[in-house]
């Protein structure tokens, strides 16, 4: 139903309009309020919002065009009706010009004012469904300009390539400057922080809103521990000035946060925005305190990792990148991933550049990776078919050159990342005794012999236990043993003995009982049960 606002100095004739739409179109319409003059039909349109407003022309104070062209001006998209009593040429091509709709002649007839009326209503329904898609159209753009502008910025971070496309990203975006100073962000919580990755993404979450509202840079991902910052310029020239603007910014918002060193700022210097990828790198290693890729090894300043890993002097962790494959592995089961990921591109870093990776190197990178999925899935961040999965290392193995090797190292780091974030956090005792237990279910163990090795008293590794993983030692120790049944038990030609020895059991009928006690079946009907849903797939 659409409302009108019936504007007309002479009151018998707002009666008149009233009692019409009142006796025979109320199905359609309904009066939602009147004015006497101008002044006041620009007030009552601002306030009731109407959908038709049937406007005189001859008012005291403004008039009634001048009225309309008021509402207009406040952005109101009703349909307007002018009522009149002389029929001029003159007022008719100002009211058209005005986007009038239609005006009636005083008295005004009931069938013109229902088709005029009528007609208002298709013009009003049409801009409504108009108006509605093009705000549709407007959020469609805006989410389709947040995803490219986060797939060019993360392209930044991870595309090295030759093949890094800035120019198609630049059209995309409307970024009409050609030049841009890119800029490297690190979020790197307090040691010791009982949940880094959450801390460091909420520093991340406090400075993207600085810069997307109070800069006209863009801001990238969070990606393990990192973002990147645009700032577009006109020139190389502006890029002074433009860093100086940026840094006062932030140090306003983020004082505290760059005071104590949990969020650290490099610049690259201004260069073509085709070379933003190039940029990033620089930018990434001034955050982080890494030497310059073209420095002697012999002048290099004492690495950032090195710093953080108790190499003080450098050691040969700088001269080759790849000593760091411990401390990798340990920041990211830690859940520092920021830190992991410095010991990565310093391995990434000592890579020969070229098409050509001697395969001693390409074997290194592969066992880092290795290192990291043995443990994540030790540690159950993983399970043990998601590190097989991963352990298909056919893109490393086939990757073109430098390049290639660190796309691909990168993308698998963001998935180690993510997973060593979802990860349980334990206490070392308990880690150590769960990575003991997954070591050595095979075995005759027992929580006396587990507490000797972490060491712990049997009652304080108990304890721990119920607390940080809900279990005690022997249903802690039922769980991993039969899950490595499942597994074993539908090996092809896997008897009963056999599992059951494996598994630690010397017994094997004491292994069936407690196996249908805990999953409902006994072992031989699990087995045939799953070979042969393994046999309908085929």
Not at 27 to 40: I, K, L, P, Q, Y
Not at 83 to 90: K, L, M, N, P, S
Request: negative net charge; glycine residues 6%.
């Amino acid at each position: 139903m659409k409302r009108l606002l019936v504007v007309d100095d002479e009151h018998p004739v707002v009666e008149a309009i009233e009692l019409m739409v009142r006796r025979d179109l109320s199905d359609e319409f309904t009066v939602a309020g009147n004015a006497s003059s101008g002044r006041e039909a620009v007030e009552m349109a601002l306030a009731l919002a109407p959908d038709i407003v049937l406007m005189d022309i001859w008012m005291p104070g403004i008039s009634g065009l001048d009225a309309v062209r008021e509402i207009r001006a406040r952005g109101l998209s009703c349909v307007f009706i002018l009522v009149t009593a002389y029929e001029r040429f003159d007022i008719a091509r100002e009211a058209m010009e005005l986007g009038v709709l239609d005006y009636l002649l005083k008295p005004v007839a009931k069938d013109k004012l229902a088709s005029a009326l009528r007609a208002a209503a298709s013009i009003a329904d049409r801009r409504f469904e108009i108006e509605k898609r093009e705000m549709e159209h407007r959020e469609r753009e805006e989410r389709l300009r947040s995803f490219v502008e986060e797939a060019f910025l993360r392209a930044v971070m991870m595309d090295e390539s030759d093949r890094f496309d800035a120019e198609r990203y630049r059209a995309a975006l409307g970024i009409s400057q050609p030049w841009a100073t890119v800029a490297a962000a690190a979020f790197l919580p307090v040691p010791g922080s009982p949940d880094p990755e959450a801390e460091a993404r909420g520093l991340y979450e406090g400075f993207r809103s600085t810069v997307r509202y109070k800069t006209r840079a863009l801001v990238g991902p969070f990606m393990a521990g990192f973002t990147v910052v645009l700032i577009p310029l006109a020139s190389s020239e502006a890029a002074e000035a433009s860093i100086a603007v940026f840094r006062s910014v932030v140090e306003q918002a983020h004082e505290p946060e760059l005071a104590h060193s949990i969020l650290k700022i490099g610049y690259a210097p201004a260069s073509p925005l085709h070379e933003a990828n190039q940029s990033w790198s620089l930018a990434f290693r001034e955050t982080m305190n890494l030497p310059c890729i073209t420095a002697p090894a012999s002048d290099a300043a004492p690495s950032a990792v090195s710093r953080a890993f108790g190499t003080a002097d450098g050691g040969s962790a700088s001269a080759s990148g790849w000593e760091d494959a411990r401390a990798f592995v340990s920041s990211l089961v830690g859940g520092d991933a920021g830190r992991a990921r410095v010991a990565l591109e310093q391995a990434l870093e000592s890579l020969p550049g070229g098409r050509d990776v001697p395969s001693p190197d390409r074997y290194r990178l592969i066992a880092l990776f290795a290192e990291a999925y043995r443990e994540f899935e030790r540690r159950s961040y993983l399970t043990l078919d998601e590190a097989r999965e991963y352990m298909d290392f056919e893109d490393l193995r086939t990757a073109d050159g430098a390049i290639g090797m660190g796309i691909s190292a990168r993308v698998r780091f963001a998935a180690l990342s993510e997973a060593s974030r979802r990860a349980p956090r334990w206490s070392a005792p308990t880690a150590r005794a769960i990575a003991y237990i997954k070591e050595n279910y095979g075995r005759q163990i027992s929580l006396e012999s587990v507490a000797a090795e972490i060491p712990l008293s049997p009652s304080h590794l108990s304890r721990l236990l119920v607390e940080e993983t809900g279990r005690g030692f022997s249903d802690f120790l039922t769980e991993v043993r039969m899950e490595r049944a499942k597994k074993l038990l539908i090996e092809p030609d896997a008897s009963i003995k056999q599992v059951s020895a494996a598994c630690g059991y010397p017994d094997p009928n004491y292994f069936s009982r407690l196996f249908k006690k805990v999953t409902g079946c006994t072992p031989t009907a699990f087995s045939s049960g799953h070979r042969e849903d393994t046999d309908a797939e085929y």
